[in-house]
């Protein structure tokens, strides 16, 4: 009977040993094994691991990424402007033993240390520019500049900062009318600046269009009377070979005659008075 109790005891002890000896790693999260409070080792992958039991005892950290949302805090512009900033940011852990050793494994003082170096290059950032700078990089650009200002600062704590973005970034309510006032009055100050440009350069254009058409035609004139005097002239060439003969200039002169005869005789009337020393009278008389 004492046989059989000892062997379950010892069974029970056994199971126990066993199951403490056991530790199981999720997808999601990084398993600290330690020793007397010392990080022994690091497992990274999902599965089934052991340690050794009473010595050895496990800490979980999150693999996955994580959200860090700042409070909402006063920046200054570079023009001496309050601007209200209120952001976050997406972290991770990619260093697990360093992340230990930093920050004793603390959730809490990793985000105090990434409260303190987000605000503070955002801060930079926003003081290096003007209030009208930083409203009109609020697309994206303003981020690249705080990721870039905060640089690989975190990788000391086993720390990466993924994306930085603000949830807002605006005026006080108590200024905020007459900026955006001022604002609109600059930018139509602009835009007619850029107005009276554009008709200054289509004028110029429109001048030198006219100027040139202008030239185009006179050319295209002085061509044309080139033209028609070389025309004229290459007409009364042929008329004078044609008729430079006596019988072809008499030819000439009697069809003249006779055309001149026609353009007389108009209207219902068609009788003609000639005289005898008419050049017309002189042609029916055979002369």
Known sequence: MKMKKAALIAGILGAVIIGSSITITQQNEYKLIRQFGKVDRVICEPGISFKIPLIERTQSLPKET??????????????????????????????????????????????????????????????????????????????????????????QYGIELIKFETKQLDLPDDNKAAVYERMISERDNIAATYKAEGDSEAKVIQNKTDKEVTIQISDAKKQAEILKAEGEQEYMKILSQAYGEDERSEFYSFVRSLEALKASMQGENKTVILSSDSPIAQIFEGK
């Not at 920046?75 to 990619?94: A, P």
């Not at 920050?103 to 209030?131: D, G, M, P, W």
């Open 66 to 155: 994580l959200l860090y949302d700042l409070e909402a805090s006063d920046v200054i512009t570079k023009d001496k402007k309050t601007m209200i900033s209120d952001s976050y940011v997406l972290w991770r852990i990619t260093d697990p033993l360093k992340f230990a050793q930093t920050l004793n494994s603390s959730l809490e003082n990793s985000e105090s240390r990434i409260n303190t170096a987000v605000y503070n290059a955002t801060k930079n950032v926003i003081s290096s520019l003007s209030q009208d700078r930083v409203i009109t990089s609020r697309d994206g650009e303003l981020s690249d500049m705080v990721m870039e200002a905060i640089g690989d600062n975190m990788e």
